[in-house]
């Protein structure tokens, strides 16, 4: 029987993680019973250390990506997307208020400042944020300079002050983003999330009240109108994206357009930070993107979260929370990985896993040729310092054990077609590599595609492409594929990634939806869809955000269907 995948929570939560994990049969780490290395995935709310990455065995997951704080923190943030704006113009990078970084950018704010003033237009609004905190915490809005008052660094950032309101109450969207690989870059967006509103009426007459002007949920819990009715909004400060999606077809809204704006959010702020972003496959991050809609349908990125809050506090967050975390696990692909965990521990001498043992037996030993009995006979300390080196050691002699390169440097390791959830690349010590020298791909390993064993329609898999480079499932649960989306991104993010083809592809692809679409947005059945996946030639994807997405190329008349397709 196999055994039970591990998983390590850090300082005891997530609890919506532990429970979705245990209901699926992962047992949680205990370190009495288990060798220090003996898990699957790891999980963390604060960043891991640079030896936690460096050390991972191939099974091995962590829940955040090295080096993501260019878009994490706040002032990270905005020197970023200037940067972009600056490279690839204003009318592509448009969807951040204007942001100062205080006190370096004062000048250049103040600038602006008496600009707006002196053109004697609407009054302007900014709102002031400290660059590292959340929730909420030390946020003020302001309209007169005298107000801005700080004693740490922060963002002062064009406050948007014309939102989308309903019932009169301002809202913003947290949308859950998981990048499953910056190298290439692999990026899914989940079909629920929320909305989370104000609990009193926004009213710029008192900019000093956080419950009319801030839509975080721990600062609206302790309102005083929470837990009444709200007009349309209801009890509480929040919806879930589902139900959001049913106020939107009440308005004069081009629902997909809106849409396709957010999902080219995510993905142009992502490609701040992809090309420098270390590669580390074994990784695995759930951001939380916080996006506000004007009353002009226009979607405004506020910020990126690296550890979106998890916490179910009332049914809107079990509704959304659980299914979230679930469609994580399954993007993660942990069935195939235990394939390859089980064969390593074999040949590692022991015939069964940790796990398979009481605990009174001994723990695992994964050195290339250990001798049994080694881990009991070696005391904790000593099996700590010898680590790296039998880490080493243990992934060479994993790695002599790969299946032969197919491909493009793409191992099956069943040998059928049929099977392609098994894939991988190999890493850069392996011997398989020999054969294919000449082949880029991405420096580590890859994890195997996923779906292998799962009850998830097969041919929504993930395939490989004319060029032999892996295409991942358009669809996990409810996490839609929305980068790469077309065969020019998927090419563009091959090698290095290429970002100015990226951008130019989303741009191009937002203005056919926004001018070139016509009654041709026909939904497809999830049937349609898998006939298409099973296409070699054929790269299609998911428009992320309406209830049953469609197919992109169905989003276009026949003739623009054949362009997407060049
Ligand atoms: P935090 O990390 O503290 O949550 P955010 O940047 O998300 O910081 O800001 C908190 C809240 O303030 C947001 O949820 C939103 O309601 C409001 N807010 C932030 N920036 C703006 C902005 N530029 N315009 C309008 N409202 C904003």
Redesign the pocket.
Known sequence: MAASLVFRLHDGGPEVVREVLLERGWEEYDAGRREEEDWNLYWRGSAFRNSEYRDLLPWQRLNHHPKTAGITR?DCLARNLRRMRAAFGSSVYNFS?TAFILPNDYTRFLAEYDKLRAAGGPPAYW?C?PVD?????G?FVFGDVRDLVYDCPVIV????SD?LLISGY?F?LRLYVCVTSFRPLTVYIHQEGLVRFATEKHDLSSLGNPYA????TSINKLGASYGSGKGRVGRGCKWTMSKFRHFLRGQDVDELLLWQRISGIVTLTLLAVAPSAPPCPNCVELFGF?V?VDVRFKPWL??VNCSPALTLDCRADVAVKKGLVGDLVDLMDYTSVDVLREGAYRRGGSRRTSLDHPSHVPALSRGPSPRRGHANETSRAERTKQRPSRQRAFVADYQRHLPPVGRAGVVNTSGSRGDRSRNVIPGPRSRTNASTANVPRPAGWKLPNIYSRSQRPERIDGTAAPSGQHVPPLRVGDFIRTFPFNAATLKASRHELDVATVVQELHRLTGRLASGRSDGTRRRTEEEARTDADGEDDFDSLLWGPKDPPLLSRCFKPSETTKLHR
């Open positions: 706040k208020p709102i944020k905190l959340s929730r909420g915490r946020i950032q064009r406050y948007v939102p301002k913003d002007h801030l839509t975080n916080d506000l506020l910020e």
